[in-house]
């Protein structure tokens, strides 16, 4: 069964750091590339970052420099590192995975970061 | 690219015909897709390619259009379907969803 297992989410500090980790299972991980996704309660879906089977990056404005995605392949895993947390990254984070400029095609079921004193 | 949903809720009944659209701020030829997300629930996907049905997916789905203007088709509602609804752009990074569209029951 084709699978995306997420851990790590929690409770930090503003301005802490945490580790998000993603077990992926069921497909050969090394020929997708591989996405993080997040939402905020009650809020839309935001595309965090990307990472290609080159190990290429991407980010979005709102979270480059302080967030920084990287894979395993032969531990079929993914991570986002994530520093210098705000209040404003509280949500459910979402690893997926897709082709190259193909669609989010299998998501994990998401793990919660909350940023709070 | 900037995509903007329309409406943001819509309220509809079962066995009614509903299209949702999506305007990109820039031209993103057929790299547009749609998912459905369920309360509590990680997005579906539906639709890639702009009008291709991912695999086993209702027919009752259908998308259409290029460019800079895409819409979402329900045939013929049925109860599962209530849900929201989002699009994404995969033309270019970085990435971007519309701001959903919330299907109600009337």
């Known amino acids: 069964e084709v699978q995306l297992v997420e851990s790590g989410g929690g409770l930090v500090q503003p301005g802490g750091s945490l580790r998000l980790s993603c077990a992926a299972s069921g497909f050969t991980f090394s020929s997708y590339d591989m996405h993080w996704v997040r939402q905020a309660t009650g809020k839309g879906l935001e595309w965090v970052s990307a990472i290609g089977t080159a190990g290429d990056t991407y980010y979005p404005g709102s979270v480059k420099g302080r967030f920084t995605i990287s894979r395993e392949n032969a531990k079929n895993s993914l991570y986002l590192q994530m520093n210098s947390l705000r209040a404003e990254d509280t949500a459910v984070y979402y690893c997926?995975?897709?082709?190259?400029?193909?669609?989010?095609?299998?998501w994990g079921q998401g793990t919660m970061v909350t940023v709070s004193s | 690219i900037q995509l903007t949903q329309s409406p943001s809720f819509l309220s509809a009944s079962v066995g009614d015909r509903v299209t949702i659209t999506c305007r990109a701020s820039q031209g993103i030829s057929s790299y547009l897709a749609w998912y459905q997300q369920k309360p509590g629930k990680a997005p579906k996907l539906l639709i890639y390619a702009a009008s291709t049905l991912q695999s086993g997916v209702p027919s009752r789905f259908s998308g259409s259009g290029s460019g800079t203007e895409f819409t979402l088709t329900i045939s013929s509602l049925q109860p599962e379907d209530f849900a929201t609804y989002y699009c994404q752009q995969l033309n270019s990074y970085p990435y971007s969803f519309g701001q959903g569209t919330k299907l109600e029951i009337k």
């Open positions: 997926a995975r897709a082709g190259a400029f193909e669609p989010l095609d299998i």
